[in-house]
């Protein structure tokens, strides 16, 4: 133990900048994805839902097909793969956010269907008898009761993926993986840097979780505790 210099850390001013930036660069990316992805899952939920002819397989297919390949080959491809073939290049941290936003699309979106699906006819059928189209039915009556239902699995699936975001150091976003890969390669302390990684990571989440349990709070009011 007398060999751990956490002091070499946390008494350089950069390395306490570089992490800090990590941890907002990280944050940030973690929460656009998150909600670009859950406004899209919303639209891919309510095509499968509704059984939208072509539209419905097309997005089943999709929410497959990344629901089963890993995200460093979906953040590399958007990254590399699409710029070389259509022509256009972003920065790295707009590259990490559309691939997030596509992955956390997938997954949210099966949630949302499973919420869905466990809905009784007679919520539509309500929403039919009182003349409302079938958009704002969705919205108001279907939507809110499905997002409240899947909520804690919504909340898992966000941490999870918020937990897999380090990957996104690999295509140069210097996000907090990547300044503790960048203060290990200045100063070699690898338990102490991984440890300090670690629990700003365990810190970073119970934060998310916190927000998101007062966020249901706020949202749901409405929802009756049986």
Not at 60 to 75: D, G, K, S, W
Not at 78 to 105: D, K, R
Not at 109 to 130: N, P
Not at 134 to 140: A, D, N
Request: proline fraction near 4%; charged fraction near 10%; charge should be positive.
């Amino acid at each position: 133990m007398s060999n751990l210099r956490f002091f070499e850390i946390y008494r350089n001013p950069e390395y306490l900048w570089l992490l800090a930036k990590g941890a907002l660069i990280s944050a940030a990316l973690t929460i656009g994805g998150g909600i670009l992805g859950f406004l899209l899952a919303v639209l891919l939920a309510a095509v499968r839902h509704y059984r939208v002819p072509v539209l419905a397989q097309l997005a089943a297919a999709y929410v497959e097909f990344i629901r089963n390949t890993p995200l460093i080959v979906q953040m590399f491809f958007v990254a590399f793969g699409l710029p070389l073939l259509l022509g256009y290049q972003w920065p790295f941290w707009a590259h990490a956010l559309l691939a997030l936003s596509i992955n956390f699309s997938a997954y949210f979106a099966e949630i949302l269907r499973a919420g869905l699906a466990s809905l009784g006819a007679g919520q539509t059928e309500a929403a039919d008898a009182l003349g409302l189209p079938r958009w704002l039915s969705f919205v108001k009556v279907c939507l809110p009761q499905a997002v409240a239902a899947m909520y804690p699995s919504l909340n898992s699936q966000f941490i999870f993926l918020f937990l897999t975001t380090g990957i996104i150091s690999e295509i140069g976003v210097t996000d907090l993986t990547w300044a503790g890969l960048f203060i290990d390669s200045r100063n070699f302390r690898s338990f102490e840097i991984f440890f300090t990684l670690t629990v700003i990571y365990l810190l970073m989440s119970l934060g998310f979780k916190t927000l998101l349990a007062l966020l249901h709070d706020r949202l749901f009011k409405w929802k009756v505790v049986r």
